[in-house]
């Protein structure tokens, strides 16, 4: 069935330093990869998504990756701050339908 | 644009119960789908809402029922509730934009729903 793996499920990174999380999917028909950032008793918020046409796409300090091939997806924030501490969740999509990751949540040091 | 809105944000039912939570989605979006994310936990998909018509559907039983309205607006039914439908229910809206197209969905602040 459809399933996405993600790692680490906690990671700490002191202040400035760069955050990096890891994603595979199952479905080979995914075409649509959002990242979602949630804060506590909020609902997700879409940070960056990439399509299965691209390879990388950027946004200030949040890059993702995707290897179709190899069926692996990834976040990288540099010059981390205080304020991105949180869960952070991947996503593979078809047909609008989402298959999310366990989360992964971030901590950032002082 | 007030995004997507959710109703109630907490409600606290007894097992066996049957309850119905709301969602009105984003200015401008006409598809809506609901998630069930339990504690720790990444949100998982119940179904999705198109032109009133349920158009996909989770590994949820039949007691997860909704509804969507002529204003794109979303209701989630939950019959006989169990202590383990225990979660933040989450309403997410998108654009349909064709088959195939995957569109970003936004998603409201969730209802908390605690069974006792």
């Known amino acids: 069935g459809e399933n996405v793996e993600q790692h680490p499920s906690t990671l700490s990174v002191q202040e400035g330093d760069s955050a990096v999380i890891k994603c595979t999917y199952s479905?080979?028909?995914?075409?649509?990869f959002p990242w979602y950032k949630q804060e506590l008793g909020k609902g997700p918020q879409l940070i960056i998504d990439?399509?299965?046409?691209?390879g990388e796409k950027k946004d200030q300090r949040i890059a993702v990756t995707l290897n179709k091939t190899a069926k692996h997806f990834s976040l990288h924030i540099t010059e981390t701050q205080p304020e991105d501490s949180a869960v952070y969740f991947c996503?593979?999509?078809?047909?609008?339908?989402?298959?999310f990751g366990k989360g992964t949540r971030l901590h950032i040091l002082p | 644009d007030a995004g997507v809105t959710q109703s109630p944000t907490h409600l606290i039912k007894t097992r066996g119960q049957q309850v119905t939570l709301r969602c009105s989605p984003k200015?401008?979006?006409?598809?809506v789908s609901w998630y069930q994310q339990a504690l720790g936990q990444g949100p998982q998909f119940i179904f999705q809402?198109?032109?009133?018509?349920?158009?996909q559907r989770g590994n949820f039983p039949d007691r997860f029922s909704g509804h969507q309205f002529p204003n794109y607006s979303s209701e989630l039914n939950v019959n006989a509730l169990l202590l383990g439908d225990s979660a933040l229910y989450l309403c997410?809206?998108?654009?349909?934009?064709?088959?195939?197209?995957?569109?970003?969905?936004?998603f409201g602040q969730g209802t908390r729903l605690t069974v006792v």
């Open positions: 200015s401008g979006h006409d598809t």
């Open positions: 809402y198109y032109e009133e018509e349920e158009r």
């Open positions: 996503a593979a999509s078809r047909d609008d339908k989402i298959i």
């Open positions: 997410a809206s998108s654009q349909n934009r064709g088959t195939g197209l995957n569109t970003e969905a936004f």
């Open positions: 479905d080979s028909a995914s075409n649509y």
């Open positions: 990439i399509r299965s046409n691209v």
